[in-house]
């Protein structure tokens, strides 16, 4: 078992009692060590990186007892978890059987992790160092915490050790054996022994995570908490070492009712668009007799990477849509090298069709790409899914390539004849054509994909697919494994090459009734491809049929129109495929058809359709539109796959029915958007169509669609995105003597907003040290108590305040005495204060830190404190300024950024720590 998660502090009367969903009264009846308690788990499990996990898990909470009610319960309530929910009582090892059951209950695998601890938690070794502002024994090693009873909160998160690796959680601790012991054989105090966590031999995993875009979620209870957040984040960034540890660290929190997100190319880039959306939510300023809400105003959106805050109301389920064509050669290869997710799942798929007799059509070094070409059965150009992206109004042919209807007047843009399967060599790839390696390449990428999103929390509710789509849509869903999908998909390919000489297809406007009666006299050499909606149909077939059903079309007022050549399938004669679809039912009369996992909605087989056409008269328009079942009476078989490589495309009905069943979004899931325009204004997604990834910029696509995803209230695991090897910022506790007043709209969305003096800052994530001393400037006054307090919170000891008029403590300081010390001393006289530095040092402590916290910010002071610790081995140097606009600030902004041999750190008084 590891420690994957510290939180530590004293304990206090403030409690942000509404965070937690506790009226006032309710609060008022916890103690002090309750409140502080509860906080802290929070603060604990937000160092774990877990928090995105904990909603509606099975995560149980054990805390030691501190009084007389079960504040694990509230802490469960909160959170939403699901798993038990114990308050243990041992007296003063209450914290320490709280532990030790948390590390019994890990052996039960439903538990992802534990929420344990109390007041007066015990370690051997402390690891809590950095974090417990009180003395240790350093001579026995042993924390005083059990013994001494000095009132220090300590919250462990656990996790077993496999799941921390999996999740690259960062991990301070091992629990070997038994958790409880005893250091001494006479000593009263109970202990638990921690072992150094063992590191994962061999090499690191190599990914590109690091490189651009990297995506930042922001969660907070109301858009005036986003507000606030993003404010300390545009700051705080400065103090992680990449953009990349900054977002690992944030975007694990743990999901609140109000998100917003912004995508970055670099730490800059994400600190200006983190107070642009600040910018986009106006707070209207109020007296104590008005009331005022937060809005967001409407700026001029220079940045596409900004996510405006949203309240989470998802309603209805996700469907995974698999299309039937839109590969390209670069395809893959982001993914591939950000998620090893991605590569794990599109290699096992490469290998089911090579299994099934098929090309390899990915290699890690070369991706989806083959450079002499290839011989295709046809002379005719290029199919759909090697061309460019169809444009609006696509329609998809029964082989499963999407073909691109004609617009009128319009231009159909450049031929990209040359793509993947264009430049193909088939030499040592069992004969494979151009057809083969795209739908198999098409359905490994697809496969990958599905897998990729369910890894980061996206789960769909139901699928559905076209043409070879839908062979993915089944492996998706369950209906076939991997390896009998690779099957269908080489053997479909196949009989479209045999079958796929010259053809041609049009596009009509006219119910699917109309375009019954005029294929029916040419019904051997023509057939409906796609129905798309009541009045969007293509047809395909011989060429000079086609042009004579044009020609009909016309003289009954019905427009159509035959796709041009470089929108045109090189498999598309449907009446020749249909001829030979025997052949692929004697092909896979072993294949094992699986029960679907998810609604499977069929675009193949609405109800009822015949295998056999040729024996019945044409359906009528109600009978060949009913919508299919997801699942009843629906098996893949051998006679199901026959009949996808001919039979029309229903997918507007297949879509509609979804729609019927509580679906209200799509996913594309493709490399490209194939139909998303298509039928988006024929089907009732009109806002919930959407397409994973686009052509370009494959990365950046996939990470706005997860964006999307969180922001529509989807459960995403950010542990699939990124390893945790720093903490967050401080989580920002709302006080109910803070200023901050409530306003509820019509709607009931709560909307928070400051009044009276600004908030605290947020200080930056350091490193203290128990054995230095931390030098504050500028006196006790709002800043220089606040900076105080952060310093003893942190860990440190001894702390000297600096100050022209020394006075007493003020109450916010109570019960730090011992370890503040205040000198009389003006920063703004270089000598007096090099007098003061000089004391210090010769009193036996290295300066480790320095926080000039003057009321007002003096240009003077900074100058001198910078240039007169130069010599000291300080870890870090806080210059406090007040707004950002003021003219003084700048200029110690400038001065700290000229110190580059130091780490030097400004921070707005109103805003948060920036570097």
Not at 235 to 262: H, K
Not at 585 to 606: G, V
């Amino acid at each position: 078992m590891s420690i994957v998660g510290v939180g530590c502090r004293s304990t206090g009367l403030e409690f942000d009692h509404e965070w937690f969903g506790i009226d006032r009264l309710e609060a008022a009846g916890l103690t002090p060590r309750q409140r502080t308690n509860l906080e802290v788990a929070v603060e604990a499990l937000d160092d774990s990186g877990l928090g995105c996990l904990a909603p509606a898990s099975n995560a149980a909470v054990v805390f030691g007892a501190v009084g007389g009610t079960n504040s694990a319960h509230h802490l469960s309530r909160a959170l939403d978890l699901r798993g038990p929910s114990l308050t243990v009582d041992s007296r003063r090892a209450s914290p320490l059987v709280a532990v030790d059951m948390g590390v019994r209950l890990l052996a039960d695998e439903a538990v992802p992790f534990v929420i344990a601890g109390g007041v007066d938690l015990a370690l051997l070794p402390d690891i809590s160092d950095l974090r417990i502002p009180v003395p240790r024994n350093l001579g026995s090693g042993v924390a005083t915490g059990a013994g001494g009873g000095n009132g220090i909160c300590t919250v462990l998160v656990l996790q077993r050790t496999t799941d921390a690796l999996r999740s690259r959680t960062r991990r301070y601790a091992d629990i070997g054996g038994p958790a409880i012991g005893f250091p001494e054989a006479d000593s009263p105090d109970a202990h638990i022994a921690l072992d150094d966590p063992a590191r994962p031999g061999g090499p690191p995993a190599l990914d590109r995570g690091d490189e651009p875009p990297v995506l930042l979620p922001l969660t907070g209870r109301d858009p005036a908490a986003i507000h606030a957040l993003a404010l300390r984040w545009a700051v705080a960034i400065g103090s992680y070492r990449s953009l990349r540890e900054f977002a690992s660290a944030t975007a694990r929190l743990i999901p609140e009712p109000t998100r917003a997100a912004v995508l970055a190319r670099d730490t800059a880039d994400a600190a200006a668009q983190l107070r642009t959306l600040a910018r986009r939510i106006a707070i209207t300023p109020v007296s104590a007799h008005t009331t005022g809400t937060v809005t967001a105003v409407p700026l001029p959106r220079a940045t596409t990477g900004i996510f405006d805050p949203v309240r989470t109301d998802h309603d209805g389920g996700t469907l995974f849509l698999f299309p039937g064509t839109g590969g390209h050669p670069r395809m893959g290869r982001a993914l591939a090298a950000r998620y090893p997710v991605f590569a794990a799942a599109l290699t096992a798929a490469v290998d089911a069709v090579a299994a099934a007799g098929g090309p390899r059509v990915w290699t890690p070094r070369n991706g989806f790409h083959r450079t002499t070409p290839a011989t295709r059965p046809s002379a005719g150009p290029p199919e759909a899914g090697c061309g460019r992206a169809p444009s609006a109004g696509s329609a998809v042919p029964a082989s499963g390539r999407l073909v691109e209807a004609p617009r009128r007047g319009g231009d159909h843009g450049p031929d990209h004849a040359r793509e993947f399967g264009c430049e193909s060599d088939t030499s040592g790839e069992s004969g494979a054509g151009d057809i083969v390696f795209e739908h198999s390449a098409l359905f490994a990428f697809q496969v990958a994909l599905a897998e990729l999103l369910e890894s980061v929390g996206l789960h769909a509710d139901a699928v559905a697919g076209h043409g070879v789509g839908e062979v993915a849509a089944a492996v998706a869903c369950g209906a076939l494994s991997l390896d009998d999908g690779a099957r269908v998909v080489v053997a479909r390919a196949r009989l479209l090459e045999r079958a796929g000489e010259g053809a041609a297809a049009a596009v009509l406007e006219a119910t699917l009734a109309e375009v019954t009666r005029l294929v029916e006299p040419m019904r051997a050499d023509v057939a409906v491809a796609t129905v798309d909606g009541p009045t969007a149909i293509t047809v395909a077939g011989e060429p000079r049929y086609i042009d004579a059903l044009v020609r009909r079309a016309h003289r009954r007022a019905i427009f159509a129109q035959r796709l041009p050549a470089d929108a045109m399938p090189a498999a598309a004669h449907l009446p020749a495929i249909r001829d030979r679809a025997a052949e692929l039912h004697d092909e896979l009369t072993d294949l094992a058809a699986l029960p679907p996992q998810l609604p499977f909605y069929s675009t193949t087989r609405p109800r009822p359709m015949p295998l056999l056409p040729d024996t019945r008269a044409p359906e009528d328009e109600t009978t060949r539109t009913t919508a299919p079942p997801a699942t009843d009476d629906l098996r893949t078989d051998a006679a199901y796959w026959a009949a996808n490589a001919w039979h029309p495309v229903h997918l507007a009905a297949a879509l509609e029915s979804a729609a019927a069943d509580g679906i209200s979004r799509i996913l594309e899931i493709g490399p490209q958007p194939v139909p998303t325009t298509g039928w988006r204004e024929r089907t009732p997604y009109p806002e919930g169509a959407q397409a994973v990834l686009a052509r370009d910029g494959e990365a950046e696509s996939f990470l706005h669609t997860v964006a999307r995803g969180y922001l529509d209230g989807r459960a995403v695991d950010w542990t699939a995105l990124g390893s945790l090897t720093a903490p967050p910022p401080q989580r920002q506790w709302r006080r109910s003597d803070s200023g901050v007043r409530r306003r509820w709209g019509d709607d009931g969305f709560g909307a928070a907003y400051p009044v009276g003096p600004p908030p605290a800052p947020a200080f930056p994530a350091v490193e203290i040290r128990p054995d230095g001393t931390y030098v504050v400037a500028g006196g006790l006054g709002p800043q220089g108590e606040v900076a105080v307090r952060w310093l003893l919170e942190a860990g440190a000891r001894d702390v000297v305040v600096l100050t022209r008029t020394p006075r007493p403590l003020p109450p916010g300081l109570t019960g730090m005495e011992e370890r503040i010390v205040v000198m009389r001393c003006d920063c703004a006289d270089r000598t007096d204060l090099a007098t003061a530095l000089q004391d210090i040092r010769e009193c036996g402590s290295a300066v480790r830190g320095v926080v000039h916290a003057s009321g007002e910010t003096r240009l003077v002071a900074a100058a001198n404190l910078l240039e007169l610790t130069t010599a000291d081995a300080t870890d870090f140097t806080v210059l406090l300024t007040c707004v950002p606009s003021a003219a003084e600030p700048g200029a110690v902004r400038k001065l700290a950024a000229a110190q580059v041999d130091r780490r030097v750190i400004c921070v707005e008084w109103e805003v948060g720590p920036a570097a």
